[in-house]
């Protein structure tokens, strides 16, 4: 079987996360995709409570199962504790599936940071690395930083959202109805938000 492993703080879930899930099965041929809420140290300062993020996650994975597709949420990084690192999480997931390929997704911003990453050097034999960026400003990487890059598959996803400008919009009291999947929309309405 072929996993991949979807990774991030998730604060909100966005279209945008769903349509990289989307494309990446197309594309790379997965047959399940593993949605892990990040406890990232590099990202200290969230708009919400982790018992929101869970729930959003979740509701990701369920637009994801909508299409015929299989998808699951792994809580294993939030229930640490501790700030969680890739390489532990890989290791983590091939422990529960020794036998089965696996696939890193990483989004642009992922991968600007890849190389502050904790013992970013074991993931190449962890898992194979698909980086999903625009082409006009990830294209090729520069000298300085094509070092690493050679085990990573580089391709081009045009959807400039973010998690940060959903949540500004929120704040503002603008509709984010546009940008996140409609069970998200509403259970952030629900909740209240990212609301001042």
């Known amino acids: 079987m072929h996993l991949a492993v979807f990774g991030g703080t998730f604060d909100p879930p966005h279209n945008g996360h769903l349509a990289l899930a989307l494309f990446a099965r197309e594309l790379l041929k997965i047959d399940r995709i593993i949605v892990s809420v990040s406890n990232n140290p590099l990202k200290q300062r969230r708009g919400t409570a ?52 696996l696939t890193l997704l990483l989004g642009e911003d992922s991968f600007r940071e890849f190389n502050s990453w904790k013992a970013y050097e074991q993931l190449y034999s ?19 930083s094509r070092e690493g890059t050679e085990g990573m598959r580089f391709i081009d996803f045009a959807y400039p959202l973010s998690s940060t400008a959903i949540r500004e919009l929120a704040a503002s009291g603008q509709s984010i109805a546009p ?17 001042p």
């Open 50 to 101: 982790d018992e929101h993020r869970k729930r959003m996650a979740s509701l990701l994975s369920s637009e994801i199962n909508l299409t015929g597709w299989s998808s699951e949420v792994s809580l294993w990084e939030l229930e640490k504790r501790t700030p969680s690192y890739t390489v532990d999480l890989l290791h983590y997931i091939h422990a529960l599936y020794p036998h089965d390929r």
């Open 126 to 144: 962890l898992a194979e690395i698909c980086v999903f960026g625009r082409a006009s400003s990830m294209g090729e990487p520069s000298p300085a």
């Open 179 to 195: 940008y996140v999947p409609s069970s998200i929309a509403r259970y952030i309405a629900e909740h209240n938000l990212y609301r």
